[in-house]
């Protein structure tokens, strides 16, 4: 923003000094050379210095508090350089036309406070000046029009400056917020999906091996919990050793084609059917989610489903575009509703829906009645989806300002006409310039829900510029005073009108508009007026308006790239810390845990003894509760967890998100006294249960006795058996203390 504003200042005021030559020159024979040629080397040197300071981004304070300075004093030592202080100027002094360029120079340079100060001291200087013989001995009243005009020609500008810092200031600020909560999402994005496929990996290699070396009793089944073993050891070694920054490819033919060899392998058939398969690719990951949750669910059929003699199972697998597939996995076995699934289970969440939701693809269960026909599992999937990329905050003035600054400028100009009525030789036709201006002017502001001005409307604003200067002019003596007065009043308000057309974004009208202006007042009073009616003036406030928005579309342009870019950022880095510490730490304390039975089994070819078939049971439960229970875990709750197993009790944790937004020292008194309740309980079955937030507790935990005197199975429970259980412990575990 800063760099906009200071080329366009330093651009601009380079013209504008350049309409200011022709004056200059005019005036050369009434002042002392040493002066005149100084202060001209120093304020066109500066404005010069000003462009190159800009484009290089070197010294622009600097550059522009010097031309500023140098026209205050060039204006305030003015009637001491003329060579003749008695004698009463034919012109305004060529100072005035670079009052403008002052202000603006001192709005890029100095504080805000300090440039509306300077924005008032310059023209009431210039107003003093004018009043005095070398100042051209005006009447008061034609001082403080120029000086009135001067304030407000500077007050736009600062005011626009002002704005657009403002502006700029808080698309920052909404940019860095918007960021922050970004990041803070996709990092937690990242935390899950790196959870969910370390949970997969676990449940479908550990937990799964565990379980059959505890259950292995005939050789067939022990050798086959060794290979799981050996099996589970490599998944960890390769788990660990993979990149978040793998981006090979995997065509969708190949994944269908893994997955149909692995259904051929199983120990029930799986008729498979391929249709339509396309051309395309996709993240190796996600084709390894697809995969891994494609086979557990054929796993699942072949559990739960019933007996293969009595149940028809079938994978079908249809190409979806290029690079998408869905994967159909059904049966005509038992069937189940998705909704009475407990949320402890963890073979349907973990491994099958949360790892193809991570993986950008979704799964859908069909049951067409509960306990008949069996289920169906579509997996469709065709590549990760991002976190939402949301918009890009864009720079732009409030409209009521812009409609405001045009208001009063097109209003002073109508008060300059009307000043100068007794000048025009006939006053109908002035007097119709005029209400032609106020009508295009009010029409061009009316407030309007469409911020393109309408192609008639810009039609009729070119007809007005063009109509306005063949009425004033006609009634005009081009030989007389024109320019020393305000009866020439025109130029300045075709170019208003002009800046409000290209505003609204009819740029190319408005250049027609201005350059209809300078041709007519070329062949009226000859090219030299352009300067003094302030023709050239009018064009280069056309020129700041176009140039500005484009500047503007461009900055918000470049914003977005650069928003998309801290985004892409943002998400390999979430990726990355994801990977080093939810995966890393997560395999670690898994290998730490299951690594030594793992190899115990292998060792053993699955023949284990019952004290090491009963720590399988512990181990696997322990892992589970890494998995369901997260933050319900720390060094004491995992201490009584194991001490209530190995006394024969079955603990469930579930950790269902209730306790994420408790700060350290909260959580860490909720499950310092979960573990408290779960060393005083002595029940056969403990649950403790994390509460959604909004509750004032924070934890649950039931205690249950079972009706069979405590025989329940050590490796699970079914429901039916909850009926008959009796609620001996309940306690809520509140998430603040009571004050």
Same mark, same amino acid.
């Given at each position: 923003m800063e760099v906009v504003a200071s080329r366009s200042v330093a651009f601009f005021g380079l013209l504008f000094g350049a309409q200011t030559f022709p004056v200059m020159l005019g005036q050369v024979g009434v002042l002392q050379t040493g002066w005149f040629w100084g202060y001209n080397v120093a304020i066109f040197g500066g404005l010069l210095l000003c462009v190159v300071a800009a484009i290089a981004r070197r010294f622009v304070r600097i550059l522009n508090i010097f031309v500023s300075g140098a026209?205050?004093?060039?204006?305030?030592?003015?009637?001491?350089? &003329?060579? #003749?202080?008695?004698? !009463?100027?034919?012109?305004?002094?060529?100072?005035?036309?670079?009052?403008? =360029?002052?202000?603006?120079? *001192?709005?890029?340079?100095l504080s805000t406070w300090a440039a509306t100060a300077y924005l008032v001291l310059a023209p009431a200087l210039y107003g003093v000046i004018r009043l005095t013989p070398p100042g051209?001995?005006?009447?008061w009243d034609l001082a403080a029009l120029d000086t009135v005009y001067a304030i407000l020609l500077g007050g736009a500008v600062l005011l626009i400056i002002t704005l657009l810092r403002q502006a700029a200031a808080s698309v920052d600020a909404a940019q860095a917020t918007a960021l922050a909560r970004y990041t803070h999402a996709v990092r937690q994005h990242a935390t899950e999906v790196e959870r969910v496929q370390v949970?997969?990996? =676990?449940?479908?290699?550990?937990?799964?091996t565990l379980i059959s070396a505890a259950r292995a009793y005939t050789p067939d089944a022990m050798e086959l919990s060794a290979t799981m073993a050996g099996n589970a050891i490599g998944h960890l070694k390769e788990a660990q050793a993979s990149s978040p920054d793998d981006e090979s490819l995997v065509g969708v033919n190949q994944l269908a084609d893994r997955i149909t060899g692995s259904a051929e392998a199983l120990s029930a058939p799986f008729p498979s059917r391929v249709m339509g398969i396309g051309v395309g690719s996709i993240a190796v990951q996600t084709a390894e989610a697809l995969y891994s949750a494609s086979v557990q669910a054929m796993v699942n059929s072949l559990q739960h489903a019933g007996p293969a003699e009595s149940v028809d199972r079938w994978l079908r697998i249809t190409g979806e575009g290029a690079d998408g597939l869905e994967i159909e996995i059904g049966d005509t076995g038992v069937g189940f509703d998705l909704e009475d699934v407990p949320t402890e289970r963890l073979g349907l969440r973990i491994s099958i829906v949360e790892r193809v939701a991570n993986a950008g693809g979704e799964r859908r269960h069909r049951l067409p009645a509960r306990g008949g026909n069996g289920h169906h599992d579509p997996l469709a999937g065709s590549g990760c989806r991002g976190c939402g990329r949301g918009g890009v905050v864009v720079i732009t003035i409030p409209r009521y300002i812009i409609v405001a600054l045009a208001a009063v400028f097109s209003g002073y100009h109508l008060l300059l006409a009307v000043y100068s009525l007794d000048i025009p030789r006939d006053k109908v036709p002035f007097i119709a310039a005029m209400i032609l201006y106020a009508i295009a002017t009010t029409l061009s502001l009316w407030p309007s829900?469409?911020?393109?001005?309408?192609?008639?409307?810009?039609?009729?604003?070119?007809? !007005?510029?063009?109509?306005?200067?063949?009425?004033?002019?006609?009634?005009?003596?081009?030989?007389?005073? +024109?320019?020393?007065?305000?009866s020439t009043w025109y130029p300045a308000a075709i170019g208003t009108l002009m800046v409000i057309t290209s505003t609204r974004r009819r740029h190319f009208l408005a250049w027609v508009g201005v350059g209809s202006l300078a041709v007519q007042t070329a062949l009226w009073a000859g090219p030299g007026a352009l300067a003094t009616l302030g023709v050239v003036g009018s064009i280069v406030w056309v020129a700041v308006s176009h140039v500005l928005s484009r500047s503007l579309a461009k900055i918000s342009r470049d914003a977005q790239q650069y928003v998309v870019?801290?985004?892409?950022?943002?998400?390999?880095?979430?990726?990355?810390? *994801?990977?080093?510490?939810?995966r890393q730490f997560r395999l670690r304390q898994t290998n730490r845990m299951a690594l030594p039975m793992?190899?115990?089994?292998?060792? *053993?070819?699955?023949?284990?003894?019952?004290?090491?078939?009963?720590?399988c049971v512990y181990l696997e439960g322990a892992i589970r509760d890494e998995i369901r229970g997260r933050k319900l875990l720390n060094n004491r709750v995992r201490e009584q967890v194991m001490r209530a197993r190995r006394r024969g009790a079955i603990v469930t944790l579930l950790d269902e998100g209730g306790i994420d937004e408790l700060s350290d020292t909260e959580l860490e008194r909720v499950l310092n006294s979960l573990a408290d309740a779960l060393r005083n309980s #002595?029940?056969?079955?403990?649950?403790?249960?994390? =509460?959604?937030?909004?509750? #004032?507790?924070? +934890?649950? &935990? !039931?205690?249950l006795n079972s009706a069979d005197g405590g025989n329940s199975s050590a490796l699970g429970h079914t429901d039916e058996d909850e009926d008959d259980d009796q609620v001996?412990?309940?306690?809520?575990?509140p998430r603040a203390l009571e004050r």
């Open positions: 026209w205050l004093v060039a204006m305030a030592t003015w009637p001491l350089a &003329v060579v #003749d202080p008695s004698v !009463v100027a034919d012109e305004r002094p060529w100072l005035w036309f670079l009052c403008t =360029v002052a202000t603006a120079t *001192a709005a890029i340079a051209g001995g005006a009447h949970d997969s990996i =676990v449940h479908d290699s550990v937990l799964t829900k469409v911020g393109r001005m309408p192609l008639w409307m810009a039609i009729a604003n070119v007809a !007005v510029s063009i109509a306005l200067p063949l009425l004033v002019t006609a009634q005009l003596d081009v030989h007389g005073s +024109v320019g020393s007065d305000y870019a801290e985004r892409e950022a943002a998400e390999w880095q979430a990726a990355q810390e *994801a990977h080093l510490f939810e793992l190899r115990q089994i292998v060792a *053993a070819r699955g023949d284990l003894t019952d004290a090491q078939r009963q720590e #002595d029940t056969d079955r403990l649950i403790a249960r994390t =509460v959604p937030e909004g509750s #004032d507790v924070a +934890v649950t &935990v !039931v205690g001996d412990l309940w306690l809520e575990i």
